[in-house]
């Protein structure tokens, strides 16, 4: 069964800081790309970041500079490391595990909050 978990998230004011984890389980992890997604309330989901099994990351523009994915193959675990918080970045963070060679191998986790206020 496959399970993909989570953690992290809370409540920061503006400015600070917040460290993301999403455990995998289930699955040959390091074959799967492993994503971020955000959701703001009222908005559609939207892309963070992604990390290949090798390491190479890509981010959304808005992200870029603020937010470090990183992934540790040995704990099947991925990581978003979120610097220079604001009220914007409020939303449900969803982890993403993708299949390298077969895309409908495509799992998500059930996402943590994010709050940024004052």
């Known amino acids: 069964q496959v399970q993909v978990v989570e953690s992290g998230g809370g409540l920061v004011q503006p400015g600070g800081s917040l460290r993301l984890s999403c455990a995998a389980s289930g699955i040959s992890f390091s074959l799967y790309f492993m994503g971020w997604y955000r959701q703001a309330p009222g908005k559609q989901r939207e892309f963070v970041a992604i990390?290949?099994?090798?390491?190479?990351?890509n981010y959304a523009d808005s992200m870029k500079g603020r937010f470090t994915i990183s992934r540790d193959n040995a704990k099947n675990t991925v990581y978003l490391q979120m610097n220079s918080l604001k009220p914007e970045d409020t939303a449900d963070y969803y982890c993403?595990?993708?299949?390298?060679?077969?895309?409908?191998?495509?799992?998500w986790g059930q996402g943590t909050q994010v709050t940024v206020s004052s």
């Open positions: 993403n595990a993708l299949n390298q060679r077969n895309t409908r191998l495509n799992y």
């Open positions: 990390i290949t099994s090798d390491g190479v990351a």
